[in-house]
């Protein structure tokens, strides 16, 4: 698994790209510059991993676009040592961004085979998420709860309340909400059962699946 100075320099491209349409947070600027996307990527689409552009992985899923995956984790406020639940591991890239922040990540994944591959995957590199998940993300990580920020990376139909539950006072939601179109909201829980909502903008993000049984 090589990194090189090419590669190196593409992500300093990327960095400037993402920058210019508006991400400022340094510490999420210097994560994305640091993670080997080009490693999370089929090799068919080498030359590609460091266009600011999603792309197909295994099992019909995509790995998001940097531009959101900085968007998000910028919304999350990271702090190093901070307790991370992430819904949607897929490629594992926005997990190796939170580790790279210094978070304690643990994700959930409903596709068996990405999860197999990502749990497989992440650590070859380096990466060490505390615990990933096959499950359902509706219904979040209770057994460690509380987290200090929770992050959704697919588009969910509704706010799960498990999620909603399962936040630290002061912690964090990102959940991209809606069908077709999902617009950026967070929520802060700022007292046992009260929390501030705040929208930002639209994306379209592959859906959060619930399962029907
Ligand atoms: N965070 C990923 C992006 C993954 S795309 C990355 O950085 O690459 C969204 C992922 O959410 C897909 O892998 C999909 O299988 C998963 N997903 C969809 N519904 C889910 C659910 N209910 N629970 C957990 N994961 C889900």
């Known amino acids: 698994m090589k990194d090189s100075f090419k590669h190196q320099g593409l992500r300093q491209q ?10 400022k947070d340094e510490k999420v600027l210097n994560a994305i510059g640091k993670v080997p996307r080009h490693l999370f990527i089929d090799s068919g689409f080498l030359d590609h991993a460091y266009q600011d552009k ?5 099992a019909g899923q995509t790995i998001s676009q940097p531009f959101t995956v900085a968007y998000q984790t910028e919304l999350l406020k990271v702090k190093s040592g901070d307790k991370i639940l992430e819904i949607g591991t897929g490629s594992g890239y926005q997990a190796a961004v939170l580790i790279e922040m210094g978070a304690r990540v643990y994700s959930i994944e409903r596709q068996k085979a990405l999860f197999k591959r990502t749990s497989k995957f992440l650590p070859k590199i380096g990466y060490h998420p505390k615990k990933l998940i096959f499950g359902d993300g509706y219904k979040g990580l209770p057994e460690e709860a509380p987290f200090d920020g929770i992050v959704v990376t697919a588009g969910a139909p509704y706010v799960p309340k498990p999620l909603l539950e399962q936040l630290k006072i002061g912690g964090r939601l990102v959940i991209p909400v809606g069908e077709h179109s999902q617009r950026m909201t967070v929520y802060i829980r700022t007292g046992e059962k009260e929390y ?11 859906p959060l699946l619930e399962d029907k049984n």
Do not use: H, S
Not at 14 to 23: E, M
Not at 196 to 206: A, C, G, M, Q, S
């Open 54 to 58: 999603p792309f197909p992985i295994a």
């Open 14 to 23: 990327l960095v400037k790209t993402i920058k210019k349409k508006g991400i």
């Open 196 to 206: 501030d909502k705040k929208e930002y903008d639209y994306f379209r993000f592959v």
